[in-house]
């Protein structure tokens, strides 16, 4: 008899647990670390890493491209998160972001009056973009891909020109 309590008192806390285990779905937004592909005038483009552990964060991207003329582009972007507002499915952020355009190309020329002769010429260009605004963060139901979209105003070639921006991330969290 002492043996029948003892199991159903045992029964009734491990279902209890598990039930009350049922209730309360994992925090999805715990998450600190991201990685995936990313694009923006502002934020660079390319593999993207993000790292949120609070209020604040930080976003890298970057694409490096060369081809077989030694011709290269380099995106590299730095972006800043503040975080606003937080939901279990969903995130709100304010956004500084900054990227630098590297390109690099090397042109040959011919003279026709000449047969032999050739004139390579090597271009070089910077470019800085700068971009602020806000950052919605959406969680994928039951799954740990994150989408990302950002819109402000951006700051183009190193601030000659100002208009709106629009930037793009898909994430996988870690």
């Known amino acids: 008899m002492k043996n029948q309590l003892l199991i159903i008192l045992f029964l009734l806390i491990v279902s209890s647990t598990a039930t009350y285990g049922q209730d309360n779905p994992p925090i999805r937004n715990q998450f600190q670390h991201f990685i995936g592909v990313g694009a923006g005038f502002t934020?660079?483009?390319g593999v993207s890493y993000r790292y949120v552990p609070d209020n604040f964060g930080i976003q890298l991207n970057f694409a490096p491209y060369y081809d077989k003329n030694n011709n290269s582009f380099v995106s590299a972007g730095l972006t800043l998160l503040q975080k606003l507002k937080e939901t279990p499915d969903r995130k709100l952020y304010l956004y500084f972001g900054n990227s630098l355009l590297y390109q690099k190309t090397y042109n040959e020329y011919y003279n026709v009056n000449y047969p032999n002769?050739?004139?390579?010429?090597?271009?070089?260009?910077?470019?800085?973009?700068?971009?602020?605004?806000?950052d919605f963060q959406f969680y994928t139901p039951n799954s740990p891909f994150v989408f990302d979209i950002m819109g402000g105003l951006g700051a183009y070639d190193s601030f000659s020109r100002v208009t709106f921006t629009g930037e793009f991330a898909i994430y996988y969290a870690l």
Do not use: A, H, P
Request: no cysteine; hydrophobic share 35%; glycine share 14%.
């Open 43 to 45: 934020t660079g483009f």
């Open 117 to 134: 002769s050739t004139k390579t010429v090597v271009t070089t260009s910077n470019i800085i973009n700068t971009g602020l605004g806000l």
